[in-house]
């Protein structure tokens, strides 16, 4: 019994910021790496940012400078503060638990950057 739920997508103007959020439960959190991925209409599925379970984190060069992944072992949660968004970040964010042999998927927070 694992689950993954994504929160804090919306609609947010070119230059403002959103803040995911990705709680999980059902596992010993502070065990596995976590991963925020997204995928925009027609376009391939990407890894954007990733924190692992030493805090270590990396981020796709796009995003590099705008994202900041965090986690909260306390509560279970993996963040994705979301600066400066551009038209081009819009897509489907999901995040991932995972561990060398397993992972586990969340359903997805929808961002959208339009006027």
């Known amino acids: 019994q694992v689950q993954l739920v994504e929160s804090g997508g919306g609609l947010v103007q070119p230059g403002g910021s959103l803040r995911l959020s990705c709680a999980a439960s059902g596992i010993i959190f502070s065990d596995w790496h976590m991963g925020w991925y997204r995928q925009a209409p027609g376009k391939q599925h990407e890894l954007v940012a990733q924190?692992?379970?030493?805090?270590?984190?990396y981020y796709v060069e796009d995003v590099k400078g705008r994202f900041t992944a965090s986690r909260d072992n306390g509560k279970s949660t993996v963040y994705l503060q979301m600066n400066r968004l551009k038209p081009e970040d819009t897509a489907i964010y999901s995040c991932?638990?995972?561990?060398?042999?397993?992972?586990?998927w969340g359903q997805g927070t929808q961002v959208t950057v339009s006027y």
């Open positions: 991932r638990a995972y561990k060398t042999m397993t992972s586990y």
């Open positions: 924190i692992a379970n030493t805090n270590a984190a």
